[in-house]
């Protein structure tokens, strides 16, 4: 069963920041959250990943409060190539990735 | 780095026949993969995990004699789906667990393989 909850769509328009949100309740002490961008008909690709606080890379940045019970990937000034699916996994050493329904983000222009 | 490739990338085959699906970490050496499978407008499912030099254990549900997996080294791991019918026609995509210098430890994707069986 998944970990997480995600909302199930989300829309916005170019340009613009998107933040998605994940519901993780049951996250355990050792246990990383992940965030994967998914086009149709790809493999998932890894967009970034944390533990704690804040963290960024060059494409995203990932928020994760103290209590780690949710995380909200935050991506800048989106465009209409970032229109996919985001999926938040979370496990201890990366070997069991159940994943949820992820989030299906559209961008219009 | 962190590159996982899978071979075939698209495969039909007739119902009844055995088809073998590929995957490669290209530069990096991987001891676990695992392989899912994802239908059309849904999330993805993990099938089995993949052990070099060691059996592949099956998630719940999963038919282990019809997806025979096999990791004999450590760069290479095999995903046979045998006497392949319609509802087996899925996308199957493989990834492998990574330490690399400079790449985050996480699971990387392979591109995937669509296998339509008719």
């Known amino acids: 069963l998944a970990k997480t909850t995600q909302p199930i769509s989300m829309d916005s328009y170019e340009g613009q920041e998107v933040n998605i949100t994940c519901s993780h309740n049951?996250?355990?002490?050792?246990?990383?959250i992940t965030w994967y961008q998914q086009f149709p008909s790809q493999g998932p690709r890894f967009i970034i990943q944390g533990y704690k606080t804040k963290v960024t890379n060059e494409v995203a940045s990932l928020f994760i409060p103290a209590d780690r019970k949710s995380s909200t990937l935050s991506l800048p000034r989106v465009s209409l190539s970032d229109t996919a699916v985001y999926y938040c996994?979370?496990?201890?050493?990366?070997?069991?990735?159940?994943f949820g329904s992820g989030t299906k983000l559209n961008v219009k222009p | 780095g962190a590159v996982v490739s899978q071979h075939p990338s698209r495969v039909i085959c007739k119902s009844g026949t055995s088809v073998k699906i590929e995957c490669r970490s290209l530069?990096?050496?991987?001891?676990?993969m695992f392989w899912y499978r994802q239908f059309p407008k849904q999330s993805l499912m993990l099938m089995a995990t993949s052990n070099e030099g060691s059996k592949a254990t099956y998630e719940q549900g999963v038919e282990k004699d019809k997806f025979l997996i096999n990791h004999a080294s450590l760069t290479l791991s095999t995903l046979t789906v045998t006497s392949a019918h319609p509802e087996d026609s899925s996308f199957y995509i493989c990834?492998?667990?990574?330490?690399?210098?400079?790449?985050?430890?996480?699971?990387?994707f392979g591109p995937g393989t669509r296998l339509l069986v008719l």
């Open positions: 996994l979370v496990d201890l050493n990366f070997n069991k990735f159940y």
């Open positions: 049951n996250i355990a002490t050792n246990d990383y």
């Open positions: 990834s492998a667990r990574a330490l690399v210098a400079g790449a985050q430890e996480t699971q990387y």
């Open positions: 530069d990096f050496q991987a001891t676990t």
